[in-house]
Nanobody
Framework: HVQLVESGGGSVQPGGSLRLSCAAS????????MGWFRQAPGEERETVAL?????????ADFVKGRFTISRDNSKNTLYLYLQMNTLRPEDTDMYSC????????????????????WGQGTQVTVS
């Protein structure tokens, strides 16, 4: 089993920045596809950014050029990050990280429903 714990959310003014972190522990694998997702109450979860084991990234159009996903495998705990710049009020959401096994092809066709491991989320408010 994989445990994911997000941190780094908060309140920020439009144009500001935040850096989200996701600490992965348990049966982690540096080859896992990992990603950031967001969901507002009553709305469907949407993909923000994905990072595959080979370093390839996928971004939603609404964050391209503003957000950067990265991973740090060098520590005992695997970390996934989301650097969020030039934040907008419409970026206000609950952000969650998720992971899926190395067998999964992590790309623009990926569906959030495919991911089996989820963190509890961290709230981002831009106002």
């Amino acid at each position: 089993h994989v445990q994911l714990v997000e941190s780094g959310g908060g309140s920020v003014q439009p144009g500001g920045s935040l850096r989200l972190s996701c600490a992965a522990s348990g049966h982690t694998d540096s080859s896992m596809c990992m990603g950031w997702f967001r969901q507002a109450p009553g709305e469907e979860r949407e993909t923000v950014a994905l990072l595959d084991a080979d370093g390839s990234t996928t971004y939603a159009d609404f964050v391209k050029g503003r957000f950067t996903i990265s991973r740090d495998n060098s520590k005992n705990t695997l970390y996934l990050y989301l650097q969020m710049n030039t934040l907008r009020p419409e970026d206000t959401d609950m952000y969650s990280c998720a992971a899926i096994g190395a067998w999964y092809d992590c790309d623009s066709d990926s569906d959030p429903a495919d991911f089996g491991h989820w963190g509890q989320g961290t709230q981002v408010t831009v106002s």
